[in-house]
């Protein structure tokens, strides 16, 4: 198994870079682009690397920073899509006038 995984990240390693990044990535009956594409591919893995720690009861491993921040940035944006910028600057900024949740997803 390790040496498929090997095998992938070198394929993904050449293939990827070489994507022009207006791609549009068909996932089913919409479409992003090949950037975007990616970086909801991040975000999953970041959110998900996080879950998995918690039901095992073991702290969630060390994260590379640039996914960490590229994912708290598409946190934040979605959430101020959702609940609009004022709730979202609230909720960070003073506790006090916050909503209960300005969960992105």
């Known amino acids: 198994m390790a040496a498929e995984v090997d095998a992938a990240l070198h394929e993904l390693r050449t293939t990827v870079p070489a994507q022009h990044p207006e791609r549009i990535v068909d996932v089913g009956k919409w479409g992003l ?19 998995l720690a918690v039901s095992l009861d073991v702290p969630t ?20 899509w959702r609940h609009g910028a004022l709730p979202v600057v609230r909720a960070l900024a003073r506790q006090e ?9």
């Not at 640039?66 to 959430?79: F, W």
Request: aromatic content about 2%; hydrophobic content about 55%; cysteine-free.
């Open 97 to 105: 006038r916050a909503p209960a949740s300005i969960a992105a997803l």
């Open 61 to 80: 491993p060390q994260l590379p920073p640039e996914a960490v921040a590229a994912t708290v940035e598409l946190l934040g944006r979605l959430a101020v």
């Open 33 to 51: 682009t090949a950037d975007d594409f990616l970086l909801t591919r991040v975000l999953e893995l970041v959110v998900h690397v996080d879950d």
